[in-house]
């Protein structure tokens, strides 16, 4: 049996019980998936797993709140899962988690700037190391290491970190440890370069707020500081100035909280790299309080709790 | 919005280096002020008189006065602008004194950053909202921590002024160091025959409730109503039946146990009462060196105990009070002298504390007055005293000077002639400290009269020598070199906080200095009120004190009490925070930050959700900037008040 075929098993099972199950399916083409909300048997069906499925099941959560959701996710959703329950954003017995061991995802930036922007692909064949695709009656076949999205080279949890039911066997993480290397490398430059290169990315913003919209810790819905006025922390002028201060404002609202499903990123049109600004905050947030965003359901957030003093930051000396 | 601007000279501290008539017309330039004027100083009488007038005459909204920090006439202002009707946070300040005029010297630099901070405070205002206070209950009980003399003071006068008092002491006994002490300066009279009959007032006080060795475990809650837990440690005694006959001390076998009383000259026994005036006069085990606790075996003083008080597994406890205001008394402690290892202290038995030989002079003492020096027991007849130690020295970071050492080396070395006629005494100083009514005639006396050899200089080592100990020193004076062949040398080991003091201020939500002294709210203006509403200092766990401004400052904090009990009810201030509903997802973030417990969590239409409790928030902000919705805000500094202070800086 295949991990497909035991996961829509398991699904089939709990559904009655529950308000949806939120999976993937394919989308207006081959290559793109889309959100699948199951409320019957015959939609689960259209269910596929694999490395097209890219969304994060999790961003639905928050706003299902009083219903019982079913959730599909890979290794990286689940770390939101974990993120909300810790947070008190969820009420975790309402939601039922369905597992399976994550091979990895493509990022579909990469696959337009391998082959171009190739229009409707009729038909997607997934190996493990390789997608071959079908356009236009031509086959364009890309080696899966060539597309990987970068966050699944550093996946430390692959397999589903909570969960009530997995399909299939856990399997072993991509990477042991992730030591912010892209980060570093990003520091190693000047004050003068990063700002230009800031100033440049997000020249290109179109302040749709896809990135926000993505994102699965973004809980203000109608209140995000974007739109408000009451406070008014960004304005509606067309600068960099105001893109760039969005972007920091949600970057230090993910400090610690982000979890690097990288949707923020993946979601923008213009594919400007802002996952960077946040896993600049969690590689601080990391060196300061040795803490990983939606790990561990026991664990507090650092910023979301006070202490007079840090267990790493002993002024006192007691 | 109408608003007057009001630019204070405050004489020539702001008007020597900002042109404060410049500041209230380029004042006018801000968005809905309609009047401006520069006044010489705006808290004078004439001053408030002509804001009053000006709102009266303008129909004003609000006022911004730019001068000194709001610290001080923030308060005075306020009322100022209610008097003339206007609600009082509709009012703000800019300070121009503090951050403008004291720190530059270019007028014109100084004049443009006065109108830039004045524009500040002027958009802040066009954003104030009127606030009102709460009204809430007052518990007109008071919590004293420490049961020093100043303690004791503050204690006793509470209870006269007819207030229930829980006293809670760290030791056995209360009393604190001047307990320890034989005689006090400048007069020279027995310290426990004038500080008995205090501690004796303490035990039979019917608004007192003494707590001994107890310690603060937990304090939560707020000015008027404070919830404090206590950890009451084991004495292994019933201190109900216990009657502090000493029968006990008599035959406990185990005599080496450690003499904190007497600061260690000597041991005593594992049960114990430290000393013959203790209140309260009850025994008490020490763990550590009792047999039938550490071995099972022994178990005498049980039998032997008339009333049968003692209880080999009493457990420590933990005791709930329930107080209005809290007022902090832990004293000090010594310095470490074994930090100067060219003195040998800790290392040569005959090197000791000032506190140790205070010891030695009291007929309570371990020598029952007799001066016998530790080693060999043989009575001195050259002492050295060796003043500022730990004292005024930036190497050991002791920079502040313990105040009255000077005084008390004076009035030891005074004692020592009259217990030893034919010995000789030394006291090498750096100067000497003593202003205070009678001191420096006392410091006299010690010199002229009684023979006092003052050898101004600091001692570089002392080493034994045979039996005697070489203290070498310079004479700075003569500008040469000193030995001195002494006998026993007296450190006069400075003053430090209190062990625990700085954890004990963090429980209190108190400042405290670099050396973990208690911060006073105003050095000079407000020196017995912390910045924490409800809760007082008493005595030198502000800074070192002697024995009359400790008793001086306990009657102060009293003072304090009293007034703040002479109310019904107490106002809270309204800058708090607030949650607005709809923003609020119910994440409980706040909650979780809030070091007050000033946020509960509630229900609105199944939905949970954040709710403050007026009277218990303190307005700190940590919620605010906590909560990713926004959905908090303190009122008074409001995100949108903040953020336009800040465009109008940037803008100007
Ligand atoms: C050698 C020597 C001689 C002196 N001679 C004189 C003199 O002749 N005349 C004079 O005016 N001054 C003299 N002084 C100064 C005098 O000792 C002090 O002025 C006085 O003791 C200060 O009283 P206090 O109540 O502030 O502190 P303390 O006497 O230190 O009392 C503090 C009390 O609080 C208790 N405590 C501490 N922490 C806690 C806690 N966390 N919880 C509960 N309880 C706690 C302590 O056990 C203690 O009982 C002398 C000092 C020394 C060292
Ligand atoms: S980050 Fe890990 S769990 Fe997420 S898609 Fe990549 S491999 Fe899968
Ligand atoms: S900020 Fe981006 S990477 Fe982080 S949790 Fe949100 S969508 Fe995911
Ligand atoms: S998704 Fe991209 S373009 Fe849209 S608001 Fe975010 S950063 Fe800007
Ligand atoms: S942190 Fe903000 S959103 Fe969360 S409960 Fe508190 S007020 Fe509501
Ligand atoms: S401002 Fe917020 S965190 Fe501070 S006391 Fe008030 S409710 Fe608590």
């Known amino acids: 049996m295949t991990i497909l075929t035991q996961l829509k098993e398991q699904i089939t099972a709990q559904l009655p019980k529950l308000d949806m199950v939120i999976g993937w399916e394919q989308g207006y083409d ?228 982000c979890v690097e499903c990288g949707e923020c990123q993946r979601a923008c049109p213009v594919d400007i790299p802002i996952l960077a600004l946040k896993r600049k905050m969690n590689k601080e947030i990391k060196e300061v309080f040795n803490y990983d965003a939606g790990v561990d359901p026991q664990a507090i957030p650092p910023l979301l709790s006070f202490q007079v003093e840090e267990e790493n930051i002993n002024e006192r000396g007691w | ?269 594992a049960i114990n009462i430290p000393f013959p005036q203790a209140i309260p006069k009850k025994a008490v085990i020490d763990p550590k060196f009792c047999i039938k606790l550490t071995k099972g075996k022994c178990g005498i003083c049980a039998k032997i105990c008339p009333t049968k008080a003692i209880v080999f597994d009493q457990r420590e406890e933990i005791i709930s009070e329930s107080v209005g205001a809290i007022v902090a008394a832990t004293g000090y402690d010594l310095f470490d002298i074994s930090k100067y290892g060219e003195y040998g202290g800790g290392r040569l038995p005959d090197v000791i504390t000032g506190l140790q030989y205070e010891r030695l002079l009291s007929a309570s003492g371990p020598t029952g007055g007799h001066v016998k020096r530790p080693s060999d027991g043989k009575e001195p007849k050259t002492i050295v005293f060796v003043q500022c130690v730990g004292s005024r020295d930036k190497s050991v970071d002791r920079p502040y000077c313990s105040g009255f050492c000077c005084m008390y080396t004076a009035k030891q070395a005074i004692l020592t002639k009259d217990h030893i006629p034919d010995s000789s005494s030394y006291v090498f100083y750096m100067d000497i400290r003593s202003p205070g009514k009678m001191y420096d005639e006392f410091t006299r006396r010690a010199m ?34 000193v030995e001195v062949e002494a006998d026993l040398v007296v450190l006069a080991a400075g003053a430090e906080a209190a062990v625990g003091a700085p954890q004990l201020a963090e429980k209190l939500r108190i400042s405290y200095d670099k050396y973990g002294f208690f911060m006073e709210s105003h050095p000079k203006l407000r020196p017995v009120e912390t910045n924490t509403a409800g809760v007082y200092l008493a005595g030198s766990c502000q800074g070192p004190k002697d024995i009359p401004a400790s008793v001086a400052q306990g009657s102060a904090a009293a003072a304090k009490v009293l007034a703040l009990f002479a109310k019904d009810k107490l106002e809270n201030d309204p800058m708090i925070s607030l949650v607005d509903m709809k923003r609020c997802v119910g994440c409980g973030k706040c909650v979780r930050v ?32 906590t909560c990713p919705q926004g959905a908090i805000q303190l009122s008074h500094f409001t995100d949108n008040q903040i953020l336009a202070e800040v465009n109008a800086l940037c803008q100007l």
């Open chain 2, 594 to 625: 809030c070091p007050f417990g000033a946020i509960k969590e509630i229900d609105v239409r199944g939905e949970p959700k954040a709710e403050v409790i007026e009277t218990v928030c303190q307005g700190c902000g940590l919620c605010t900037a």
């Open chain 1, 30 to 257: 081959a290559l793109h998936a889309t959100p699948l909300f199951m409320r019957a048997a015959e939609d689960v069906e259209r269910l596929q797993i694999g490395p097209l499925s890219v969304h994060n099941t999790a961003t639905y959560l928050t706003g299902l709140r009083n219903k019982k959701v079913g959730l599909v996710v890979k290794g990286c959703d689940s770390r939101a899962v974990v993120q909300l329950q810790q947070e008190g954003l969820i009420d975790r017995e309402n939601v039922v988690v369905f597992g399976f061991p994550c091979d990895g995802v493509a990022d579909l930036t990469k696959v337009r700037r391998l082959i171009g922007d190739v229009g409707r692909v009729e038909e997607v064949e997934t190996t493990p190391t390789e997608l071959r695709l079908r356009v236009d009656g031509r086959e364009e076949q890309v080696a899966m290491s060539d597309v990987m999205a970068d966050k699944c080279r550093r996946c430390q949890y692959p397999n589903a970190l909570v969960h009530d039911h997995f399909a299939g066997k856990p399997r072993e993480p991509h990477a042991t440890s992730d030591d912010y290397t892209d980060v570093q490398e990003f520091e190693s430059q000047s004050l003068e370069t990063r700002f230009e290169h800031w100033k440049s990315e997000m020249s290109r913003c179109i302040r749709c707020y896809a990135c926000r919209n993505a994102c699965p810790m973004c809980v203000c819905r109608d209140h995000c500081i974007a739109q408000s006025r009451d406070p008014h922390w960004v304005t509606q002028d067309d600068m960099v100035r105001e893109k760039w201060m969005f972007q920091v404002i949600h970057a230090m609202h993910l400090a610690g909280r």
């Open chain 2, 1 to 269: 919005m109408k608003i007057g601007v009001f630019v204070c000279h405050c004489g020539s501290n702001i008007g020597g280096t900002v042109d404060a008539a410049r500041v209230a017309e380029a004042s006018r330039e801000f968005p809905d002020v309609v009047f401006t004027s520069d006044t010489m100083y705006a808290c004078s009488e004439p001053g408030q008189d002509g804001i009053i007038q000006a709102i009266k005459d303008n129909q004003l909204d609000g006022v911004v006065v730019s001068s000194c920090t709001p610290r001080m006439h923030e308060p005075t202002f306020r009322r100022t602008v209610e008097r003339a009707g206007l609600n009082r946070f509709m009012f703000e300040m800019a300070n121009i004194r503090e951050h403008v005029s004291w720190i530059g010297k270019d007028k014109e630099a100084n004049t443009n950053k006065a109108i830039e901070l004045t524009g500040i405070a002027v958009e802040k205002l066009r954003r104030d909202q009127p606030l009102f206070a709460k009204q809430f209950d007052i518990n007109k009980r008071v919590l004293v921590i420490g049961g020093g003399v100043a303690g004791i003071q503050a204690a006793l006068d509470c209870a006269d002024g007819d207030r229930e008092v829980v006293l809670v002491e760290r030791e056995s006994t209360i009393g604190g160091k001047m307990a320890k002490l034989d005689k006090t300066f400048p007069t020279v009279d027995c310290s426990s025959c004038i500080l008995g009959p205090k501690m004796v007032d303490v035990a039979q006080h019917p608004k007192i409730q003494l707590y001994a060795m107890a310690e603060v475990e937990e304090i939560g809650g707020y000015v008027g109503n404070y919830e404090v837990k206590i950890r009451r440690k084991a004495p292994y005694v019933n201190w109900d039946l216990c009657t502090g006959c000493g029968l006990c001390m008599e035959k406990c076998p185990s005599k080496k146990s450690t003499d904190r009383f007497n600061e260690q000259v000597g041991s005593t026994t």
């Open chain 2, 448 to 481: 002229e009269e009684y023979g006092t050899q003052y050898v101004r200089g600091r001692v570089s080592m002392i080493y034994p020598q045979g039996d005697k100990l070489m203290v070498r020193g310079a004479d700075t004076l003569m500008g040469t070199q």
